[in-house]
């Protein structure tokens, strides 16, 4: 059984220019969310999906977009890049309102902005 | 807003000691997650703590959850080299979703 996975593994961009990034969930969860990590912090929190819906997003402007398919995987985009775009950027699921299971995380994407 | 805290930052400690990492949040959770990154690799899942007075343990890591002091522990035991990483704590703060708010994480050294 795969767990989650995220393409590509490493990107290198130039300042202003846009990225996808991609996640598959694990098999039978329904919910994806996505995480920032810049060198040396903890994870930041940047949006959720639930049935191809953003439910839940912190403090990211509005360059950072997402979407759901109806298979449950997601995409990240993000849009004029900026040097400090520069980070990890990891994807977990989950199955909704399953509060009780691990959260699993991604081998994640690690961008680099020029 | 929830605010995650660890200490130390940073720990060095010898081969066979037993040492504790704290984790302090800052407002009422449901859930506490405790995760563990080597450099340049993705997060691993070690527990979740679900409820006040909640112990898990898994080899020489156990955790413990004490929701009305807003604290958690990871204690370590006969540390070994293969314990060195980064360890954080997350906290959820509203049920039935997965936000997570991370605390500042503690870089674990282990000396032979």
């Known amino acids: 059984d795969a767990g989650v996975t995220q393409s590509p593994t490493h990107l290198i961009k130039t300042r202003g220019q846009q990225v996808t990034l991609r996640c598959s969930p694990k098999?039978?969860?329904?919910?994806v969310s996505w995480y920032q990590q810049a060198l040396g912090q903890g994870p930041q929190f940047i949006f959720q999906?639930?049935?191809?819906?953003?439910?839940q997003r912190g403090n990211f402007p509005d360059r950072f977009s997402g979407h759901q398919f109806p298979n449950y995987s997601s995409e990240l985009n993000v849009n004029a890049l900026l040097l400090g775009d520069s980070a990890l950027y990891l994807c977990a699921s989950s199955g909704w309102g399953a509060t009780n299971e691990k959260l699993f995380f991604g081998s994640g994407t690690q961008l680099s902005v020029l | 807003e929830l605010k995650v805290e660890q200490n130390p930052l940073f720990l060095s400690m010898q081969e066979g000691k037993n040492y504790t990492i704290y984790c302090n949040y800052s407002t009422t959770s449901d859930r506490l997650y405790w995760y563990r990154q080597d450099p340049g690799k993705s997060l691993e899942s070690l527990f979740v703590l679900l409820s006040n007075g909640a112990v898990k343990q898994e080899g020489r890591l156990m955790a413990s959850l004490d929701t009305k002091a807003r604290l958690s522990t990871l204690h370590i035991t006969a540390a070994v080299h293969d314990l060195s990483a980064t360890y954080f704590c997350a906290v959820v703060s509203n049920f039935g979703n997965e936000k997570l708010t991370f605390g500042t994480g503690t870089r674990l050294t282990i000396i032979p």
């Open positions: 999906y639930y049935e191809e819906e953003e439910r």
């Open positions: 098999s039978g969860h329904d919910t």
